[in-house]
């Protein structure tokens, strides 16, 4: 048995007992009470009321649920990359208890119905928390019905590869994000200049495109342009900016100057774009290649440092599946870009942790406070009295190699394969049930919930 019965009336429904809590920058050997779903104690085990069942974790240490706020989790017609039900065992066998979805889907996360379409879907297999970012469209019928069904952004693709908008119109950008600041959501940014893209693509004409070229007409000032752009943008405007995966330490700069003028903008760095540099790229090819890609490896020095001092940054996964055939291809214009990340992420920073690149307290700050912040996720994010039983348990001794061909993802490949890790995930917790526990997923699909999105 799982857990130990106890003949006493109770007062809770769970205590975790046995815990190494980390709270803000303090360790606290404690436990936590549980009922209905809600932490209703926090404290030294003699102060928690009595609970109907009791699990040990035995003095690891015990996180909030972590969040990551940028996930393509698929389905629907590209349920051969990914589905609800893969994509969410992905994420708590990662740690993370609460995910957003991404809309370049197909169908295309960019309208009421097919958000509908969406979230019907995803009731019958999630096994975490799921919201969802809808596209940001020049319609605003649709954009007012798409927020008032309950969505955590509108996301805009610069790079065009998945827009519904003129964006090379600042005229109608400005328009749109007018309408998404009126009724309060904030929009994320894939920031690529799509005229910089497309007139160095022209170039090559007739001529193959070989990794170092993908570099160049990926280069950093596609970044830089689309940035400042979209910063204008914000600050005529007044809406909230979420800048996606930042590749250069200038956008931390940018976004920085900018908060400092007022502009409410934020942004996110993903872990490859940390820890690979270009030649990882070189070595692997397209099983190593993602929009934005991965830069010099002075830049991922520059990257780690702006996360550690910014309160503005957050870490999301950009947990981007393709199929093996979709990545495997030797000419490069015919790979997708992307890679699964929801189950390298935390092992891969935990690693950090146990070489001194990073404090433990980092991780629940950067991968659940300040994405639960950014994005009004409320009730997630922290350890506290009141906030969701949604805890997430980590044995940091636990050394493994990363092996993605026991990734719970349907995209078994990634540039961190044969990576030695210290540190995982024993046990994940979703409204005070154990959900994942010693690698194995412990509960049916559709047993997450759905956030934010009604009828
Ligand atoms: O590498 C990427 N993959 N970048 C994107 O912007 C899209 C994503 C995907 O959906 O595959
Ligand atoms: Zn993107
Ligand atoms: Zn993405």
């Known amino acids: 048995m799982r857990f130990k019965k106890i003949t006493k009336p109770s007062e809770v429904d769970l205590n975790i007992v046995g815990a190494k809590l980390l709270l803000g920058n303090q360790l606290l050997d404690g436990g936590i009470s549980i009922e209905e779903g809600k932490i209703i104690k926090i404290g030294k085990e003699p102060s928690l009321p009595k609970a109907d069942k009791i699990h040990d974790v035995k003095g690891r240490l015990t996180i909030p649920g972590l969040i990551d706020t940028h996930v393509h989790l698929r389905d629907l017609q590209l349920s051969y990359k990914e589905d609800f039900h893969t994509g969410t065992c992905a994420a708590a066998a990662g740690g ?11 169908p295309p996360t960019y309208s009421a119905a097919n958000l509908r379409l969406r979230r019907d879907e995803a009731m019958t297999k999630v096994i975490v928390n799921v919201g969802f970012h809808a596209g940001l469209v020049d319609d ?41 600041k009126m009724i309060n959501v904030p929009i994320t940014v894939h920031a690529e200049d799509r005229s910089t893209i497309e007139q160095r693509i022209n170039n090559f004409k007739g001529k193959p495109i070989e990794l170092k070229d993908y570099c160049y007409i990926h280069d950093s000032d596609v970044e830089e ?22 590749t250069n330490s200038s956008t931390i700069d940018e976004i920085k100057e900018a908060r400092d003028k007022g502009i409410s903008v934020t942004g996110e760095i993903a872990p490859h774009h940390m820890i690979l540099s270009k030649d990882v790229l070189e070595k692997l090819g397209g099983w190593a290649l993602m929009d934005p890609p991965l830069r010099q490896i002075t830049e991922t020095e520059n990257l780690w440092n702006g996360l550690l001092n910014k309160e503005f940054l957050t870490v999301a996964s950009d947990h981007a599946p393709h199929s093996l055939l979709e990545k ?19 092992p891969i920073l935990l690693t950090k942790i146990s070489r001194g690149r990073l404090s433990l307290s980092a991780i629940p700050k950067i991968l659940a406070e300040r994405p639960a912040k950014i994005f009004g996720l409320k009730g997630k994010g922290e350890l506290s009295e009141g906030a969701d039983a949604d805890i997430t348990i980590l044995d940091l001794k636990k050394e493994f190699v990363i092996d993605p061909d026991k990734f719970h993802s349907k ?44 009828t």
């Open 411 to 454: 995209a078994r490949y990634s540039p961190f394969a044969g990576e030695n890790c210290v540190g995982c995930v024993s046990e994940v917790f979703l409204a005070g049930n154990m959900i994942f526990e010693n690698g194995e997923i412990l509960t049916p699909p559709g047993s997450g919930q759905v956030l934010g999105v009604q």
């Open 225 to 246: 342009k689309a940035v400042k752009r979209i910063i204008g943008i914000a600050e005529k405007t007044g809406a909230t900016i979420h800048i996606c995966h930042i």
């Open 96 to 106: 993370f208890t609460t995910i957003l979805d991404m809309p370049n889907n197909i």
């Open 140 to 180: 605003k019928s649709e954009i007012h019905k798409m927020s008032s069904m309950g969505i955590y952004s509108f996301k805009l693709y610069m790079n065009n590869r998945h827009s519904q908008i003129d964006i090379e119109n600042d005229a109608t950008l400005a328009e749109n994000f007018s309408t998404c």
């Open 328 to 346: 495997s291809s030797q000419d490069i214009r015919e790979v997708l870009p992307g890679i699964p990340g929801l189950e390298t992420t935390l």
